[in-house]
């Protein structure tokens, strides 16, 4: 069996030392939401608000009237300078870039 991932990283001399308290990074987390065409990666809308939609949940899109299904739900890293934000990946059908 393999070994387990470690999720959160911290150097051995942290662990080894009960004096130094480890601290994980802190980021803002952007106030929007961002919805990429998983299989195109190119964004087609911006959501004005956190909206961390279930995988397999629809979106209504326009003009064409068409339904982009979300498959993925993931957080954009941030950093000191950029907010994190939420990003909703969507598979969205053929007809909705037609003519685009």
């Given amino acids: 069996m ?8 911290v150097p051995d001399s ?7 308290e ?3 990074p802190v980021h803002a987390l952007r106030p929007e939401t961002f919805v990429y065409d998983r299989a195109r990666n190119l ?3 911006r959501i004005q608000g956190v909206v961390p939609l279930p995988i397999g949940a629809q979106i ?4 064409p009237n068409v339904h982009a299904t979300v498959v993925g739900v993931r957080l954009l890293a ?9 990003c909703l990946d969507v598979d969205v059908p053929e007809a909705y870039w037609e003519g685009r």
């Fill in 2 to 9: 393999p070994d387990p991932i470690h999720l959160n990283a």
């Fill in 14 to 20: 942290i662990h080894r030392n009960e004096d130094v």
């Fill in 22 to 24: 480890y601290h994980a």
């Fill in 43 to 45: 964004q087609i809308m």
């Fill in 60 to 63: 209504e899109l326009v003009n």
């Fill in 78 to 86: 941030g950093s000191d300078q950029v907010p994190v934000a939420v």
